[in-house]
């Protein structure tokens, strides 16, 4: 079946860059995407990238995808304390069935 | 422009007693995700929902565990007669039909006591 794994911890010093890695199983997955969740509150969707991209960059955000490997990355360009969050990897095929990873917990010290 | 709302944001019950949960999905979204996720855990697929319509449940207990998702008005996920290990953190999510993005609610906090 379908599965999306993560390392679950991640520690960065503020100012540094974070990189968070998922890698999946679904070769037919159609769209990746990187949400957050921050204490006590739902999951916010970061960004996503279609299959057939291997980068997409938002601000601070790069996303670079390897689709042989089926290899995800979330790079966090001068990270701050309020990056400190759970980030989750997903996995979808056409918008449908979506696949999350456990989580990374990203800790960010001063 | 309102987002996922999910009502309410705590709920306390006893065990046996009956748990319901509120979804309003974003204004034009017709597809409704359940996801439950324990404490230092992922998010666990429940059930996958469009209007009227259960689309994918296979994520959801046998028993004890139902949703629906009418005509009108909310989606509910029912619980009956909780037990301790029903307490967890219930996440509702939305998306359009020609929309590959999926947006969350902030979730329900089911504590069984």
């Known amino acids: 079946g379908e599965d999306v794994e993560q390392s679950l911890f991640l520690s960065v010093r503020e100012g540094d860059s974070s990189v968070i890695n998922c890698t999946y199983t679904d070769s037919s997955s159609t769209y990746l995407y990187w949400y957050k969740q921050e204490p006590g509150a739902g999951l916010q969707l970061l960004t996503y990238?279609?299959?057939?991209?291997d980068m997409k960059q938002d601000q601070r955000l790069t996303v670079l995808l390897n689709k042989k490997d089926k290899h995800l990355s979330l790079r966090i360009a001068d990270t701050q304390t309020g990056d400190s969050a759970i980030y989750f990897c997903a996995e979808s095929l056409y918008g449908q069935n979506f696949v999350f990873g456990p989580g990374t917990r990203l800790s960010v010290l001063p | 422009n309102a987002g996922v709302m999910q009502n309410p944001r705590h709920l306390v019950r006893r065990r046996g007693q009956e748990a319901r949960l509120r979804c309003s999905p974003m204004k034009g979204h017709s597809h409704v995700y359940w996801y439950r996720q324990l404490p230092e855990e992922g998010l666990k697929f429940m059930v996958y929902l469009q209007k009227e319509n259960i689309i994918d449940e296979s994520g959801m207990p046998k028993e004890r565990f139902s949703a629906e998702f009418p005509k009108e008005g909310p989606s509910i996920l029912r619980i009956q007669q909780v037990v301790r290990g029903d307490s967890a953190a219930y996440f509702c999510?939305?998306?359009?039909?020609?929309?590959?993005?999926?947006?969350f609610g902030s979730g329900t906090q089911l504590s069984v006591l």
């Open positions: 990238i279609f299959s057939n991209m």
């Open positions: 999510a939305s998306r359009g039909t020609e929309n590959e993005k999926l947006f």
